[in-house]
């Protein structure tokens, strides 16, 4: 069996506060609240996932809500910025009217690896880009989003990951995971340094994991407004079986196949310490509710399901309720 990862399947960042964190994504960016979940390693936390009106594999931003933790410290061997595709640099242009209108910061309009690129932070420092993807990859508009749906968030990419040494990074991305090493940029943010493009089987930057090397930099330290880990597309439980089989064997330790329910993980870390994940398409979160309730009631999967009285109660709730 040819193994080939097929682009980005959701990136989870960390947030402090869940109701701003929920007026954020869904009314300043447009994207849909697709399952409010809890974190289920650690139920005291939600677990918000933000997509396109599908809620389709690849369009999937994702928060940990853990109030008492302390903003990320910036540095390297971490995630540093995630892209949101958009359809054109005439949305960029949109956009950075609508985030000077709500005080959202951000930088000019630029061109990143040939592509027209607005950087901006949310209320919390965490980095994003929107991207002009010209079309490629899939996206699905949300007919309810306050934005315009030809200026809609289609989905995630590129994803960009900082580590002081590539070397061990390429490897495991390239001999162990099939990605190619595809071209290099420089740095935005140190232009002496490089930026270096790794790509999948799938379209455009949805497709397409970026490895800035920056050695200068002290180790980041987690925390809200950082990323907790990227997690890569396997199209179907075969495959996902076939991969953990392929780590095993070549010495990475793993989670094992874990069932999250609306996909199946494998976790591990790459040589530099960033986590990474490997989940299936399907089933996807329509399995526990239809396509229109999506995101309005806590979602359980069915063994935490005898513990939603305990669950809610510790729960703050949110502007949907």
């Known amino acids: 069996m040819t193994l080939q990862l097929t682009g980005i399947h959701h990136l989870t960042a960390v947030t402090a506060h869940a109701a701003e964190n929920y007026a954020f994504y869904t009314q300043v960016l447009g994207m849909r609240l697709v399952k409010k979940t809890v974190n289920q390693d650690d139920v005291r936390a939600y677990h918000l996932f933000y997509a396109d009106g599908m809620a389709t594999p690849g369009s999937d931003l ?21 892209g949101l595709r958009v359809a054109s640099a005439t949305s960029l242009a949109w956009w950075a009217v609508r985030f000077t209108q709500l005080g959202v910061k951000h930088s000019a309009i630029t061109t990143r690896d040939g592509r027209a690129t607005l950087d901006f932070e949310d209320f919390e420092g965490q980095r994003l880009s929107l991207v002009d993807d010209g079309g490629a990859g899939e996206g699905t508009p949300w007919p309810d989003s306050p934005t315009p749906t030809e200026h809609q968030i289609r989905g995630l990419g590129p994803i960009t990951m900082t580590v002081r040494q590539l070397a061990p990074t390429d490897l495991v991305l390239t001999k162990v995971m099939g990605m190619e090493a595809t071209r290099i940029y420089p740095d935005p943010d140190a232009p002496q340094h490089s930026v270096h493009v790794f790509t999948m089987a799938g379209a455009g930057p949805a497709a397409e994991l970026h490895v800035a090397v920056r050695p200068d930099l002290p180790y980041a330290r987690p925390g809200a407004g950082g990323v907790h880990h990227v997690a890569f597309r396997v199209p179907n439980q075969a495959e996902h079986n076939a991969w953990e089989a392929r780590l095993r064997s070549v010495g990475i330790q793993t989670s094992g196949i874990v069932e999250r329910y609306y996909f199946r993980s494998i976790y591990f870390r790459e040589p530099n310490g960033i986590l990474f994940e490997l989940a299936t398409d399907g089933p996807g979160f329509t399995v526990d509710e239809p396509l229109a309730e999506l995101g309005k009631r806590l979602a359980l999967p069915p063994f935490l399901e005898p513990r939603r009285a305990d669950i809610e109660a510790h729960l703050k709730p949110l502007a949907t309720t």
């Open 62 to 82: 994702t928060f940990f809500d853990w109030p008492t933790t302390p903003r990320e410290q910036r540095g390297s061997h971490t995630i540093t910025r995630t």
